[in-house]
């Protein structure tokens, strides 16, 4: 995953940071009376939404309308803790219910054809876009923008003429299209979306739901998503691999598998697939080593194989090319001292440089580890020991 996705109620808050128009609203996320004070301060009918990272919720019956307080407790009750597509809900949106006279779409989207931001635009939302981009792309009006020169007002201009949107709210569309180019710009998104955009009975433009996507390589921008980038990984590993920047992968085998580089990690991967035995998971730290980060990936990997107990053998594939041996060396020492691992063998092949790998060869001598030069004889062995019953 490259991305990641906020949840709804995330981008209705920057949406309001940018000044585009938002329902009001409010989190809940207990069965307590949250959801009480939220009636008395929004008042009903309420909309609850399911807070969960992905589309077609309403089909799903992952958004239901509550008209009086007994109902809202009941499916505030039945959401909570329910599953909806795979994800558990933790929490639910509660909105003033918006009284719908139209729905329309509108996104900024990053062309990767072109390599610039493309804005989308139809006077149809709420369903599906893509559907209607293959059945009647005639009724989208799609615009590249020239990130240099940014989103120019005749642009928007243009689009709502052609879309025929109402004609009293013109200017205010015009502004929230260039508000949401802005979101989309600020937070380096790869999609920012408001399907619907609602035009309700009183005449008001709302955005009635959200969806941005950012980019994983700009997330260093954006500390205060970087640390939640890894929350909708179900496998508890996968997630912690995640969250320490690592690359791990879980997989149903009985050999944990870990190198200093993705290609690495694949060829060793194969070798053992070669000699008959199959990986339990796969480990990528990336290049550039530090002790934390080899301490981290030995963590996940001794985790791996408390939890799951065929995995046999862990085998660590290291090139020590320009990472520092002590560094490498001590952060897998650190992670032994951490763990207790009475569950698996643990093999690491060492090679590179050559004062590198005898001096990291050196600091490891008088572990548990068993070392080798040759990734061959490596891995035979590591295939040895997870054969042996
Ligand atoms: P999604 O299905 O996950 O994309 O969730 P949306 O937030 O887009 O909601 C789906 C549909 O529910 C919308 O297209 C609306 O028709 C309806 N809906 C959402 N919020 C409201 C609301 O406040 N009032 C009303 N009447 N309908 C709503
Ligand atoms: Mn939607």
Redesign the pocket.
């Known amino acids: 995953m490259c991305s990641m996705r906020l949840l709804?109620y995330e981008g209705k808050n920057i949406f309001q940071d940018f000044g585009i128009p938002v329902?009001e609203r409010r989190l809940i996320s207990t069965t307590g009376d949250e959801i009480i004070r939220a009636i008395d301060e929004i008042g009903l009918p309420l909309?609850l939404?399911a807070q969960v990272p992905?589309?077609?919720?309403?089909?799903?019956e992952?958004?239901k309308?509550a008209e009086n307080r007994e109902n809202a407790e009941n499916i505030v009750g039945e959401l909570l803790g329910s599953d909806l597509k795979n994800y558990e809900i933790t929490s639910l949106l509660a909105?003033?219910?918006?009284?719908?006279d139209k729905?329309m779409y509108c996104g900024i989207v990053g062309d990767r054809e072109s390599g610039v931001p493309e804005v989308v635009a139809c006077s149809e939302?709420?369903?599906d876009i893509e559907q209607i981009a293959k059945e009647s792309p005639e009724k989208i009006e799609f615009t590249h923008i020239d990130p240099l020169s940014g989103f120019e007002a005749y642009q928007a201009k243009d689009i709502i003429k052609k879309l025929s949107f109402p004609g009293d709210v013109f200017t205010e569309m015009s502004r929230i299209l260039h508000k949401l180019y802005r979101v989309f710009d600020s937070y380096d998104a790869k999609l920012s979306e408001i399907?619907?955009l609602?035009l309700t009975k009183n005449g008001e433009l709302k955005a009635?739901?959200s969806?941005i996507v950012i980019d994983d390589y700009s997330l260093f921008r954006h500390p205060e998503y970087k640390e939640k980038t890894g929350r909708h990984i179900q496998n508890p590993l996968e997630r912690e691999g995640k969250e320490k920047g690592l690359n791990y992968v879980d997989l149903d085998g009985n050999i944990a598998i870990m190198a200093n580089g993705a290609g690495l990690a694949m060829a060793t991967m194969d070798l053992v697939n070669l000699e008959g035995e199959s990986p339990a998971a796969f480990l990528d730290t990336g290049g550039g080593l530090n002790r934390k980060r080899m301490k981290n990936a030995l963590k996940v990997l001794l985790k791996k194989a408390k939890s799951d107990r065929k995995v046999k053998v862990i085998l660590l594939n290291i090139r020590l090319q320009i990472s520092p041996p002590d560094a490498a060396a001590h952060g897998l020492l650190d992670a032994l001292e951490e763990m207790d691992n009475s569950e698996a063998s643990i093999i690491v092949v060492l090679r590179g440089r050559n004062q590198y790998v005898e001096k990291a060869k050196e600091f490891l001598k008088d572990s548990e580890i068993s070392l080798f030069s040759d990734v061959r004889e490596g891995v035979l062995e590591a295939v040895k020991i997870a054969s042996d019953d």
């Open positions: 709804e329902p909309v939404k992905t589309g077609g919720r309403g089909k799903a992952g958004i309308v909105e003033e219910k918006l009284e719908i729905e939302g709420g369903g399907n619907p609602v009635a739901d969806k």
